[in-house]
């Protein structure tokens, strides 16, 4: 039998955002993933490998190798691939690019977060970060919030603007602390490792989506922030103890383990409130992986 191989472009054929979410959803009402990690390192080289099982779903094992010498424009820096596996036999179903997975895996994971905790009436929306993770997260909250207006801010303005000159329905936001006060969801994926979104610029009734950090010294938003809000996560697991953005008020007592509501295996508990700010951290892990690509695999198959 021969095992497909799922290109970026093949695969995101027949995807969409809304199903994707709703995939995701299933994926947390089967049993609770098991997941693990492994990292090997070469001088500045890197192969990482995420794993995970989820019962009635099947396996993945996600690898990205990162070689930051690759000359640029001819050898891309990350590199890898989804080897995903049956969950009755463990025979290979498919290889599928990794950029495709992470792609949808990250921006569905906040755009799920986003439908249960925003205003379903919300019409602005602020993209933070002009990157490669910044245009996904308008694609996915495009679908999911088809009336709203999108802004988008950056550190250099040139590359906010070129954002929006490739978006045309973008507006460039020129000061921060007006724009996060303005708008109804704040969606920041930067690379900042100190607080970029203060909380006294924050009013009741907004939702935060923070994406950007993932190492334990990299935060998005500052104490006050996460001190007025409902605190929500995809998964406590991969999440708490493991970035910055939580563990670090943790630590010092700004916020107390009894102050994260609830994680994706509690999809009941993400509901807003009028007079309360919400809160999400994207955390990811591998079975938001194997959740992604089991989706992927299925829509391709039907497409076939």
Known sequence: MTIPFISFDDGETGLDWLGLTQALADGHALPKAKVGDTLLRRGPDTVLSRTAW?????????????????P????????GAVNLY??????????IDFHLVTKWKTAGDSLLAALRLAKP???EILLVGAGT?????????????????FKIWNRTQPKAKDFAKNTPDVEVAADLAQAVHSADIILSATMSADPIILGEWLRPGQHLNLIGAYRPDMREADDLAIKRSRIFVDNFDTTVD???ELSIPLETGVIQPQDLVADFYDLGAFAPLADEITLFKNGGGAHLD???????LDRWCLEK
């Open 54 to 70: 989820i019962d009635g779903l099947g396996m993945a094992v996600k690898t990205a190798t990162v070689f930051p010498g690759n």
């Open 72 to 79: 640029d424009g001819k050898k891309p820096m990350i590199n």
């Open 86 to 95: 049956d969950d009755q036999d463990g025979t290979l179903t498919a290889l």
């Open 121 to 123: 009436e919300s019409r």
């Open 133 to 149: 993770v910044g245009q996904s997260l308008y694609e996915a909250f495009r679908a999911g919030f088809p009336n709203a207006q």
């Open 242 to 244: 493991h970035i910055g």
């Open 290 to 296: 194997l959740m992604t690509s089991r989706f992927i």
